[in-house]
């Protein structure tokens, strides 16, 4: 069992299974890193890690999981309360602190008050996992201490920089969607009535996308020795859960490129 890489997983709601695909390569390969960061999703799947549970285990938790349960609205503020959430986390993590883990994590969430880019060390795992998962305008900002904490994809989505371990090589894996290319909307429940609202949706996911992959683009910049494995599939959304087998196999083979890496 080799631990000579650093693992940094990046952000993009349903497309965090991407992340258990490389895991299971990873556990496939008998490596596990010496270190891992992670932002949003990255960082819940980043916590899974490190408290040990194996690519095989987070596929089943994923499969089994009704994501519309853990929906909780506040109509007073018209966001998600997150209180469903944490009880999520307790039930898989616990009162775990960064201290019990097996493999060292950091954790990115960002302080809505001041743009702050907070980095997690300490502390319970589930309060930095709550934090970094608050995106804007979804969720209501998470109170730690005494900040107000929101998603850390503000600030660095793909936290290669927050490792501590700057010697070893990295292996980052970023969900994004590339800016680039074209997406069709498929009318859904989310978008049962025509055009204008899908369109301005396709819209803002290329505005974040752009965004997005330029605050990648400068967190990777200067480190040397880093494979970035990015899965294509643009037509698989933040939403299509349904999706989870055909995205966990399909990024399992996009993390190929591990072998030789490594």
Not at 80 to 106: A, H, Q, R, S
Not at 189 to 196: A, D, E, Q, R, V
Not at 238 to 244: C, I, R, V
């Amino acid at each position: 069992m080799n631990k000579n890489f650093c693992l940094v997983l990046g952000w993009w709601a349903a497309r965090w299974l991407a992340h258990i695909g490389v895991i299971s390569r990873l556990n496939e390969l008998d490596r596990f890193p010496c270190e891992i960061s992670g932002t949003s999703i990255g960082a819940l799947i980043g916590a899974f890690y490190a408290a040990w549970y194996t690519a095989e285990e987070m596929k089943k938790i994923a499969i089994e999981t009704n994501f519309l349960k853990l929906i909780d609205l506040d109509l007073k503020h018209g966001l998600l309360k997150g209180n469903k959430i944490m009880k999520y986390l307790l039930k898989y993590l616990w009162e775990v602190t960064f201290d019990d883990l097996k493999i060292p994590l950091t954790i990115v969430s960002t302080d809505i008050n001041t743009g702050e880019k907070i980095i997690h060390k300490e502390g319970r795992v589930i309060d930095a996992i709550r934090a970094s998962i608050s995106i804007p305008g979804v969720f209501i900002p998470y109170k730690h201490q005494w900040r107000h904490l929101v998603d850390g994809w503000i600030t660095e989505n793909l936290p290669v920089n927050v490792l501590s371990n700057t010697e070893s090589p990295v292996i980052a894996v970023s969900v994004q969607f590339d800016p680039k290319k074209q997406i069709k909307i498929k009318k859904t429940l989310l978008f049962p009535n025509g055009s204008i609202f899908s369109n301005s949706y396709g819209i803002i996911r290329k505005m974040v996308g752009i965004m997005m992959n330029q605050n990648e683009a400068r967190s990777i910049e200067w480190r040397k020795n880093l494979l970035l494995i990015r899965p294509g599939q643009e037509e698989i959304d933040y939403y299509d859960f349904k999706k989870m087998k055909q995205m966990i196999q399909e990024w399992y083979k996009v993390s190929e490129s591990i072998i030789n890496f490594l």
